[in-house]
């Protein structure tokens, strides 16, 4: 219940109260693999502490190695750095215990467009949205990556992908909006913005 709270107030961008929530899980679990790699959630968004988020990483996959979760944070930790090669390591550890996981695919096509393979982040792109046409958080998660390396143009493509998936995706609408004003069209930056607010 716990980590589903600390779920809730990162999905609304408030790592603060994540991360008292999560530091009662600590307390009552704090060998449980899940907790650990909420505490490395938490430490990368409110602090983008990688060192820490890396080390909490290390101690859940030695309790559990096949956590598709931690193999997720591990990888997007490398892609920040742009180490594509340590980001498709743990991702191929990942998806050998699961190889329809959404989450890992996603972040596959992420590390396939910042290393500029259009062939396998179009490929890896048909395959997650034929295991889910709804999957809105594929384009999230890859316009996470865009955004890190100013990307505004695609992140603005992305996310007209996604509204059109799913005209309810508020976040999407947000993120749209947002990179519409960076790319200078303000007037429909402040409509996809109003319409992620009218959403949410």
């Keep these: 219940t716990l980590l589903y709270r600390a779920e809730l107030f990162l999905d609304k961008y408030d ?3 994540a991360t008292q929530v999560v530091d009662e ?7 449980d693999p899940g907790v650990r790699v909420a505490l490395a959630r938490v430490k990368l968004e409110s602090a983008m502490d990688f060192g820490a988020a890396e080390g909490e990483i290390k101690r859940a996959l030695a309790f559990n190695p096949r956590l598709a979760d931690a193999h997720f944070v591990r990888a ?3 892609l920040r750095d ?14 050998r215990q699961n190889p329809r996981n959404l989450e890992l695919l996603s972040m596959q096509a992420a590390a396939r467009f910042l290393a500029g393979g259009q062939q396998g982040f179009d490929a890896v792109k048909r ?8 999957y809105t958080r594929f384009f999230q998660i890859v316009g996470e990556y865009a955004e890190w390396e100013h990307r505004y143009d695609a992140i603005v493509a992305f996310m007209r992908e996604a ?4 005209a309810r995706d ?3 609408w947000a993120q749209l909006g947002l990179n519409l004003i960076r790319a200078g069209d303000e007037a429909a930056g402040v409509a996809a913005l109003k319409q992620a607010w009218d959403l949410d």
């Design 15 to 17: 790592p603060g109260h």
């Design 25 to 31: 899980a600590v307390k009552l679990a704090p060998d």
């Design 76 to 78: 997007g930790l490398a």
């Design 82 to 95: 742009l180490d594509i090669t340590a980001a498709d390591a743990a991702l191929e550890e990942g998806l």
């Design 127 to 134: 395959r997650v949205l034929a295991l889910n046409p709804e």
């Design 163 to 166: 509204t059109a998936l799913d």
């Design 170 to 172: 508020e976040k999407a």
